[in-house]
């Protein structure tokens, strides 16, 4: 038996998050992930190159940690152990002040450069340029520190990718750069060898050489900017929590940073401060403000007994509560967690890109090479310089950054923007998948409806105070939750209730009671045909209750009809209103529900629902949607995560309604934490912009290049316009992917 425990526990897999460095293009990450994919006990690697992150699930029987660093690192690339959000980002400001040193040092060195090559352009003969500037040995002094100081990341990045046999953008800045760089320097030499070095320099390529390597590190100083505003919703997140805690231990009030707050501490929380961690209430009263987890903009009412969730805010009273989630375990952790993986994870259509920049780099360097033998030998026979800056040109403006960022920094951003408003993706795969939705499938309880009954009717003759004085005295003594409701309603309408010195349950039928001396019966038909009431007057207004969706019950007082109580499981507010903007954006909205029909009917009615299926067992309820999908629907079930398990892990999209307490329904593939219908419009919509947005990039990635190749081919882009052009294009992605954080549903 403990034989069989550890061969299962071998099996259990497990997951790791690193943090990469050195990836400079979508081709290092494919490496990465198709070499950790290949590790036997590895189940599956995903990298994403806009996050700099790998993760990865595997068997530790199998393998360790230790040896999935160690194949990155033979890869030729660097895997930590993700960092805690403040030192990672910590780690990247550090390699962000690195670039712009780097670049400072580029720009000063590139400028005089840059300024020779105008000397080139004939509309630029009204600039004045020194004799010497153009002297060969001073370009090369101030070229060399470019191409090998701040262009050596480049070239480590290409050797360790050729020597694992691959490709990637390194590969062609380097070849690029170093072409222009020792043709140029070639030039220079066969010039002071020749005795020339009295007379005007030949013309040379420092200047393309060091201008492509600052405009590239430049871009990657833009990218790096751009991409660190996408994760600003996880940064945003975790704002949110308190810093430190006020914990009772041993009599004695400690303010402790809340790491060190652990499960079954007493907290004391001031009015005016965030409440720590989860828990519950040992005493005091107060407000919360749940906003910031539900959408809730009235506070709540909090006192003995009621459980609170860390990060909401006490409004105006003392409270002592119990810490029962600390850490990862409290709900604001885990809905860090999920946005994390969501944004961590790959939508399916990012394996277009994958695919594409797997080959993309070996082609270019091919299409570089015809084209500098075309130039060369047909078009301007020997020629060497020329058909080199074509070459150069087509190397540059290839270089596959774009396509590699397109769909994750859209991910990232739409995924970050859905949990500010309420909205939890468990994945990329989720987040593209939802936008497919054509039809919405409701649960009635919980989901369209409060899930809980209220006392809607009461119609009596008597004085409805009195009435309902005697009626609540008479239910109170019931734990049916109609009782409950009909005593909660009667206590609202701020009537006091009366005091019931004898009660009697009557299955099926009703309750009977004694109440301030009277006698009580509160049922049904047959319980007053059984007692000789004499109610038929009422029968046909309780049959219009019924029909209307509520549960009538006629009351009697000392044997006499006295009126009727009526009690229903009213709508969301928002129903009525999330329907409409949900047929608005032509989607079907089906109701589905195991209560009967004419309470189903009625409740859809007020929603504005057509189409529905009532009186349908928990276990059918999965096979009623197999039969929308049989009819090649797409469809998004919503429920509450329980009893409709089943239909939510069947359908295309599952969407759990949520109230921030317990954001990680496994069942569901979308968490809507604010608990209302509208979310579910907000989802779908999130989701159609998120993917036009990753169309929008991807479309702009290919039709770059696309269009970048061939028009350098033909020699109409200088090697400096094409890396300025290749610089601008990864900015102007991550860009259009940073809209989405702005976006309005």
Not at 24 to 33: D, F, K, L, P
Not at 617 to 645: C, F, H, S, T, Y
Not at 691 to 712: E, S, V
């Amino acid at each position: 038996m403990a034989q069989e425990r550890l061969q299962e526990q071998g099996q259990r897999s497990e997951q790791v998050t690193f943090d990469i460095t050195g990836m400079t293009c979508a081709a290092c990450a494919n490496r990465i992930e198709k070499g950790l994919n290949r590790l036997p006990g590895v189940t599956q690697a995903s990298v994403n190159f806009a996050m700099e992150t790998a993760s990865v699930s595997y068997r530790s029987a199998e393998i360790d940690v230790d040896a999935m660093q160690s194949k990155v690192q033979q890869l030729g690339y660097e895997a930590a152990l993700k960092l805690e959000e403040g030192r990672s980002e910590a780690s990247k400001l550090q390699e962000i002040r690195r670039h712009k040193r780097m670049i400072l040092l580029s720009a000063v060195l590139s400028l005089p450069l840059l300024w020779s090559m105008a000397g080139h352009f004939s509309f630029t003969s009204w600039i004045p340029m020194p004799a010497w500037l153009m002297n060969p040995w001073l370009q090369l002094i101030l070229a060399t520190p470019v191409q090998f100081i701040v262009g050596a990341p480049f070239y480590r990045g290409a050797y360790k990718a050729l020597r694992n046999g691959s490709a990637n953008m390194d590969v062609l800045v380097s070849l690029g750069t170093s072409a222009a760089y020792f043709y140029s320097l070639y030039l220079t030499l066969e010039w002071s060898l020749d005795g020339a070095s009295a007379h005007h320099g030949p013309s040379l390529y420092f200047e393309t050489s060091a201008v492509l390597i600052t405009l590239v590190v430049l871009g990657k100083l833009f990218e790096a900017l751009a991409k660190g505003r996408t994760s600003q919703a996880i940064q945003s997140l975790m704002s949110l929590q308190a810093k430190t805690a006020i914990v009772v231990r041993d009599g004695e009030e400690i303010r402790m940073p809340i790491e060190d707050v652990l499960p079954g501490d007493v907290l004391l929380v001031k009015p005016g401060e965030k409440i720590p961690v989860d828990g519950v209430v040992l005493d005091g009263q107060s407000a919360v403000d749940e906003s910031m987890l539900t959408g809730e903009s009235l506070p709540v009412g909090k006192g003995t007994g009621d459980s609170v969730i860390g990060a909401t805010l006490n409004k105006n009273g003392l409270l002592r509560i119990k810490a029962t989630k600390v850490g990862k375990e409290t709900a604001l952790a885990q809905i860090i967690k999920v946005v994390e993986d969501a944004q961590g994870s790959k939508a399916p259509i990012q394996r277009i890109a994958d695919v594409i920049s797997g080959i993309f780099v070996p082609i270019v360097v091919v299409v570089a090479i015809a084209a500098f033998a075309v130039w060369y030998f047909f078009i301007t026979p020997g020629q060497f310089g020329e058909s080199l800056e074509k070459a150069i040109a087509i190397l540059v403006i290839a270089c596959p950054c774009t396509l590699g960022l397109a769909t994750p920094t859209s991910i990232m951003a739409g995924s970050g923007r859905a949990a500010e408003l309420g909205v939890l993706f468990k994945g990329g795969e989720h987040l593209e998948g939802t936008h497919r939705v054509d039809t919405v499938v409701l649960d009635k309880t919980g989901t369209v409806s409060n899930g809980k009954p209220v006392l809607t009717d009461v119609v009596t003759a008597w004085n409805e105070q009195q009435f309902l004085k005697l009626v609540g005295g008479a239910e109170r003594g019931s734990e049916h939750p109609l009782a409950e409701a009909i005593v909660a309603g009667v206590a609202e309408r701020g009537t006091a209730i009366g005091e019931a010195s004898a009660f009697e349950s009557l299955p099926g039928y009703g309750i009977g009671a004694t109440v301030d001396g009277r006698k009580v019966l509160a049922g049904t038909r047959r319980l007053m045909e059984q007692n000789g009431v004499a109610a038929q007057s009422a029968y046909e207004h309780m049959a219009e209750l019924e029909l209307a969706g509520k549960t009538a019950m006629l009351i009697a007082i000392d044997g006499e009809y006295a009126g009727i109580v009526a009690v229903a499981d009213t709508i969301k507010p928002s129903s009525a209103q999330a329907v409409a903007r949900l047929r608005a954006m032509g989607i079907d909205v089906v109701m589905l529900t195991g209560d009967n029909k004419r309470t189903a009917k009625a409740i859809a009615r007020q929603a504005g629902i057509d189409h529905v299926l009532a009186e349908v067992l928990p276990e059918g309820k999965a096979e009623e949607v197999k039969k929308l999908q049989a009819e090649g629907r797409k469809v998004a079930m919503v429920g509450d995560g329980i009893n409709d398990a089943p239909a939510l892990a069947v359908a295309d999209v599952g969407m759990a309604i949520g109230t921030g307490t317990d954001v990680a329904m496994e069942a569901a593939d979308v968490t809507l934490m604010r608990g209302d219908l509208l979310s579910i419009a907000d989802a779908i919509m999130l989701s159609r912009k998120t993917m036009a947005n990753i169309k929008q990039n991807l479309f702009w990635a290919l039709g770059y290049n696309t269009l970048g190749i061939p028009i350098a081919a033909i020699g109409l882009l200088a090697p400096w316009v094409a890396g300025a052009a290749m610089a601008l294009s990864s900015v102007s992605v991550v860009l259009n992917a940073l809209r989405l954080q702005r976006m309005k549903v």
